[in-house]
């Protein structure tokens, strides 16, 4: 999904590893940002995490102090596991 702000570069890969999954296995959020800081408040993930039911998820955002930043996570239970935060050149 989106977050706040995406760059041309994160949407082009969300996308791309949305066909690396399948598109009958993954749900793609491309249409609206989403205002989501994942490591600050978790249950928005959570709460769409249990709505469509899956266990992996991706947060795409652009700020000025973290260009081109990835959020990759699971989740167990409606739990969030782990995330990992990925910087994209």
């Known amino acids: 999904m989106k977050g ?7 949407n082009t890969l969300i996308k791309e590893l ?3 999954r ?5 749900k793609l959020y491309m249409r609206k940002s989403h205002n ?16 469509i039911d899956c266990s992996l998820f991706g947060v795409a ?8 930043n990835l959020v990759l996570g699971r989740i167990f239970d409606g739990h969030v ?3 990992f935060e990925l910087g994209i050149t």
């Open 61 to 68: 955002s652009h700020q000025k102090k973290r260009p081109h």
């Open 22 to 26: 399948g598109t009958e296995m993954s």
């Open 18 to 20: 949305n066909a690396l």
């Open 36 to 51: 989501v800081c994942c490591f600050d408040d978790v249950s928005f993930v959570e709460g769409q995490a249990g709505r």
């Open 4 to 10: 706040r702000k995406s760059s041309e570069t994160l």
């Open 81 to 83: 596991l782990d995330m």
